[in-house]
């Protein structure tokens, strides 16, 4: 038992009980339906018989007449009372007193009982059918069996009236029905085996796929993210459901790749500015310093500790919208003011640099209200700051920055353009790579590479996206698109991301 419990609780099993069972049902539903319908033929045949034979008597049976009114010298003829040649037949002639005027030598001393139903046969003129069974059946046929007893009452101008009893076995019947009732009862336990061991087969054929589901899922490790299942042959439900596995190992194959890329690059970025830190702090105990020396040493440390702080930011942010992780904070945030905080936050870098930000509005028109977006304010803003601050690194001092809100149908489009060199032609699908940074030997500006690849995420995690061109007319241009407020958006307006990986 312990041994067979595992395969009960199998799907496969279950599946074989199930289609064993309603195989079952259909089966024994019609075995009953047969033997049902094929009883009352085979009865029905029985008494269609049994009223033929008693056509048949009746008409040879012929009782003393009575005496024909005004014919005073004619003599009453005697009929034949022996018509009875119908072996297993029991006849029986009652007068219309009830007396028992003939009966037929098999019935010896034996008598047909009259019932009810009998009687009034003399007044409905029709032929009374009833069964007859125990003693009274056996003492009369010598075995056990009912009888089929028909009565009719004979009822004719020139003879005396009487009724006619006759009455027959149904042994035969019955072992008819009896036979069939056997065969349905053999045939029934050996079609549900065979069902069931159909059934066990094809649900193992039907579940064979799953089996190579689970075996694949098995040999997906770390090492072997590559494997995939094979799809059969068709467009069932099966192949349906293979296809999508196998396009779900394709994202988590690539999600995971994805992560050990940005492992290795974020342990890259930050062991930099902790060999930094570690170097110097070394050098700084080997042996005494002057105060200016400490003081630069406690400088670097600030300008380094600044940037793992930026960096571990970046991190965190670009980590949560590549895992498309649920806006924490979802409201309407009005585009105009989220541009003009994003430019007053990076103005005192771009003073710095001697760069001017020229920030173009989407101001309503009459009655319309101000166009906003649905999201999270914070990283909204975290990404316009970074479009800006990417323009302002590459901004030769005395330039323009411009930063143009427009409405594009139910989007709303935000432009980032500076004037600089502008991106090399085979840089310009790398720069939203993590840890990318375009070589500019003129740019002192610092960063983490990190930036621009956080614009992209939070853009689609709201619905969006973001592209690069290079401008006819110098430096680069970036726009980010993004669904506005009660428009249908990528992602259903649910605050998910789109699934695009970063």
């Known amino acids: 038992m ?221 090492d072997r993210f590559t494997a995939r299942i094979e799809a059969p042959k068709g467009r069932d439900e099966v192949a349906n459901m293979i296809a999508r596995l196998n396009l779900m190992f394709d994202r988590l194959s690539n999600s995971f790749l994805s992560q050990e890329r940005f492992i290795a690059d974020a342990a890259h970025e930050l062991k930099t500015p902790l060999a930094v830190l570690l170097g110097q702090a070394q050098l700084l105990l080997k042996q005494d310093r002057t105060s200016e020396e400490y003081d630069s040493f406690v400088t670097n440390i600030q300008d380094e500790v600044r940037m793992l702080a930026q960096t571990v930011d970046s991190l965190l942010t670009l980590a949560r919208a590549e895992a498309g992780i649920p806006l924490q904070e979802v409201g309407e945030i009005y585009i105009n003011e989220m541009i003009m905080d994003a430019v007053e936050r990076c103005n005192p870098v771009a003073t710095q640099r001697e760069v001017q ?56 489009v935000l432009a980032v353009r500076d004037r600089g060199p502008g991106i090399p032609a085979e840089f310009v699908d790398r720069v939203f790579d993590r840890f990318f940074r375009a070589p500019d030997p003129q740019s002192s500006f610092k960063g983490v590479g990190l930036g621009l690849t956080i614009v992209r995420g939070v853009a689609r995690l709201h619905g969006g996206d973001v592209t690069v061109a290079n401008h006819p007319d110098g430096g680069c241009e970036f726009t980010v698109r993004l669904p506005l407020a009660g428009q249908n958006s990528a992602d259903g307006g649910t605050g998910r991301a789109t699934g695009h990986q970063a």
Request: aromatic share 6%; no cysteine.
């Open 2 to 222: 312990v041994r067979l419990w595992p395969h009960l609780s199998t799907l496969r099993f279950k599946l074989t009980a199930l289609y064993t069972i309603v195989f079952g049902l259909l089966l024994i539903s019609l075995g009953v339906a047969i033997v049902t319908a094929r009883e009352r033929d085979l009865r029905e045949q029985f008494d269609e018989r049994l009223r033929d034979r008693v056509g048949v008597i009746v008409e040879e049976i012929a009782v003393p007449l009575k005496p024909i009114s005004g014919d005073r010298g004619s003599t009453p003829k005697r009929g034949r009372v022996n018509p009875f040649r119908f072996p297993g037949y029991f006849f029986q002639v009652r007068l219309a007193d009830e007396s028992v005027a003939y009966r037929s030598k098999n019935l010896e001393d034996h008598t047909l009982p009259l019932s009810d139903a009998g009687r009034a046969s003399q007044r409905t003129k029709e032929m009374i059918l009833e069964t007859i069974r125990g003693t009274e059946a056996s003492s009369i046929l010598g075995v056990h069996s009912p009888l089929r007893l028909l009565t009719v009452f004979y009822n004719d101008p020139e003879t005396q009236p009487f009724f006619l009893q006759t009455a027959v076995s149904t042994l035969q019947v019955d072992r008819s029905v009896g036979r069939l009732r056997r065969v349905v009862l053999v045939t029934v336990p050996v079609a549900l085996a065979v069902a069931g061991v159909v059934s066990w087969l094809l649900a193992g054929r039907a579940l064979a796929p799953i089996k190579r589901v689970a075996r694949a899922a098995d040999e997906m490790r770390a």
């Open 357 to 412: 930000l020229v920030p173009v509005l989407a101001m309503p028109e009459g009655d319309e209200t101000e166009p906003a977006v649905r999201g999270d304010g914070g990283l909204l803003q975290l990404m316009v700051a970074n479009l800006i601050r990417n323009a302002i690194r590459y901004s030769p001092a005395g330039e323009a920055i411009d930063i143009a809100v427009r409405l594009d149908g139910g989007e709303f």
